[in-house]
């Protein structure tokens, strides 16, 4: 079946530092790839997505390349800010199938 | 424009007894998928409505059912509720045939006690 493996947390990091959180999957197919983020207390929000190899996904300074190689998604920003302490979740989805998601990793940025 | 709004936001039940949860997707979408969020972990896929029918289903128990109507909203009926039924439930709306993405609501919180 689909899976996706995300680097356990949490990553803590000093603002401005350079942020990855690694991500890879397994899937039965051709999948899309997707990062969401969930601040405290809320729901899930779509941070970025890529439909195929080698697409860059971006939002707001997060950026993942699909890495069909070696199937992985890996999220990136060069410079991190407290406010983006939250939780950040890998997903795939093929085709019409659901969304299958990563465990999740928390970010702390600290002043 | 409205996303997906989801009803109540928190509830407490106590074992034994049946919630409804409520959700509206996002308008122009014409999918809602529920998901149930333990703490610490990530959303695991309990089932998704399309044309007022389920279209596919996680690995959940029949006490787990759904409804979708016409207008789209849909309800989670979780029956004889268990104490391992506390979680975050997300609802997730689409339109079939996009570009694959999902807006989620802000969730419901069931505690059971």
């Known amino acids: 079946g689909d899976s996706v493996t995300q680097m356990e947390g949490p990553v803590t990091l000093s603002e401005e530092a350079f942020l990855t959180i690694n991500c890879t999957y397994t899937?039965?197919?051709?999948?899309?790839l997707f990062w969401y983020v969930q601040y405290p207390g809320e729901g899930l929000q779509l941070l970025l997505k890529?439909?195929?190899?080698?697409d860059k996904g971006s939002n707001k300074g997060f950026e993942a390349t699909y890495r069909k190689e070696t199937t992985s998604f890996h999220l990136e920003k060069g410079s991190v800010q407290v406010s983006d302490s939250a939780v950040y979740f890998c997903?795939?989805?093929?085709?019409?199938?659901?969304?299958?998601f990563g465990k999740g990793t928390m970010l702390l940025v600290s002043p | 424009d409205a996303g997906v709004t989801q009803s109540p936001t928190h509830l407490i039940k106590t074992r034994g007894q049946q919630v409804t949860l409520r959700c509206s997707p996002k308008?122009?979408?014409?999918?809602v998928s529920w998901y149930q969020q333990a703490l610490g972990q990530g959303p695991q896929f309990i089932f998704q409505?399309?044309?007022?029918?389920?279209?596919q289903r996680g690995n959940f128990p029949d006490r787990f059912s759904g409804h979708q109507f016409p207008n789209y909203s849909s309800e989670l009926n979780v029956n004889a509720l268990l104490l391992g039924d506390s979680a975050l439930y997300l609802c997730?709306?689409?339109?079939?045939?996009?570009?694959?993405?999902?807006?989620f609501g802000s969730g419901t919180r069931l505690t059971v006690v």
């Open positions: 409505y399309y044309e007022e029918e389920e279209r």
């Open positions: 997730a709306s689409s339109r079939r045939g996009s570009d694959y993405g999902y807006t």
């Open positions: 890529a439909t195929k190899a080698d």
């Open positions: 308008s122009g979408h014409d999918t």
């Open positions: 899937a039965t197919g051709y999948p899309s």
């Open positions: 997903a795939l989805r093929v085709g019409y199938s659901t969304l299958t």
